[in-house]
């Protein structure tokens, strides 16, 4: 399960790698993607350049808690839960504040994930 986590948090990393790209690069055939998600785009333009620092710093989060997650290293179990808790603030400030309730879907999911690794005990190898 711990594995299916750290996939996770290198899709997220992914993710980041491609906002950086669109970003950056705007006009391509890849803005097709911000259709997805329009509040997101009109989100990153009003952070100007700010908003490639912010995905640079969050990417470099997921990267680094998918390997210690991957390795079921300590440092990297308590990155992922540090990560998770900020994405449950962000979506319950989303919710409250923006009233966008679809961000409501990420509280069970981060709640869930939170959870586990909350409780995960690395096997002993010696046995």
């Keep these: 399960m711990?594995?299916?986590i750290a996939v996770f948090f290198a899709f997220?990393?992914?993710?980041?790698?491609?906002?950086?790209v669109l970003l950056l690069v705007p006009g391509t055939a890849l803005d097709s993607l911000w259709h997805l998600n329009p509040d997101a785009h009109l989100a990153f333009q009003?952070?100007?350049k700010a908003s490639v620092l912010l995905m640079l710093v969050v990417g470099a989060g997921c990267v680094?808690?998918?390997?210690?997650?991957?390795?079921?290293?300590?440092w990297g179990i308590r990155l992922a839960l540090i990560i998770l808790s900020l994405n449950i603030m962000g979506d319950l400030f989303n919710a409250l504040v923006r009233h966008d309730y679809r961000a409501l879907i990420g509280l069970p999911i981060g709640g869930a994930m939170i959870f586990y690794l909350a409780r995960y005990r690395k096997a002993d190898s010696s046995s």
Excluded: E, H, R, V
């Design 2 to 4: 711990i594995k299916l």
């Design 46 to 48: 009003s952070f100007g």
């Design 12 to 20: 997220g990393a992914t993710m980041c790698t491609l906002t950086i």
């Design 64 to 74: 680094f808690a998918a390997i210690g997650l991957w390795q079921s290293a300590f």
